[in-house]
């Protein structure tokens, strides 16, 4: 889509088609739209979670599944250090 190679793929939005310049581009307008879609949903600030790529110290220390875990199970807990 954003390589070399002209993609073939067309996106379009409430019927209007959608031209990105970037794949930053593209991520932010999807980030946009899910904002709109779903306004309850919590903001999530962590390392272990908003990462592309783990630091091999914050994999070591929990693991996103357990953090996951922790949270769901905790949802009230301010800190699960």
Known sequence: ???????????????QEMQFASSREFSAFLSEIADQTYPQTP???????????LSSAAAAAAGRRAL???ML???KMASLN
């Not at 390589?3 to 409430?14: I, N």
Request: no cysteine; hydrophobic share 40%; charged share 30%.
């Open 1 to 15: 889509m954003f390589g070399p190679v002209e993609s073939e793929a067309r996106w379009f939005y409430r019927g």
């Open 68 to 70: 996951v875990e922790a």
């Open 43 to 53: 903001i999530l600030r962590n390392e272990l979670i908003n990462r592309q790529e």
């Open 73 to 75: 199970l905790h949802p």
